[in-house]
């Protein structure tokens, strides 16, 4: 599903225009991202957690060269799925 396929399923669920509908479902998101910007969590209940989780800096290697090259430590996105979503989909 893209993002125009939610904001159309929200459109139609709602019975609201896909003009809010793609305003609303961007303005979710922002908002999760902007939380996460502050490294704090994200919990939807019956769906997941939305958190930030830290990379350790890491020795990789160039799979067309084969030399080494440093990663630095990062911070990355990490979606923890409930457990309610879990056993929908099991």
């Known amino acids: 599903m893209s993002k125009k396929d939610l904001v159309d399923a929200v459109a139609k669920e709602c019975e609201i225009t896909k003009e809010k509908a793609g305003v609303a479902v961007d ?3 922002n ?3 902007h939380v996460m910007k502050k490294g ?3 919990r939807i209940p019956g769906f997941g957690t939305f958190k930030v989780s830290k990379r ?3 020795t990789a ?3 067309q060269t084969g030399a ?3 990663l630095k430590a990062a911070k ?3 979606f923890q799925a409930s457990k309610t ?3 929908l989909l099991n």
Do not use: C, F, G, S
Request: proline content about 8%.
């Open 27 to 29: 303005t979710i998101i």
């Open 31 to 33: 908002h999760i991202q």
């Open 40 to 42: 704090e969590e994200v």
């Open 56 to 58: 350790a800096a890491r």
């Open 61 to 63: 290697r160039n799979p």
């Open 68 to 70: 080494e090259i440093k």
């Open 76 to 78: 990355v996105p990490k």
């Open 85 to 87: 979503l879990k056993d």
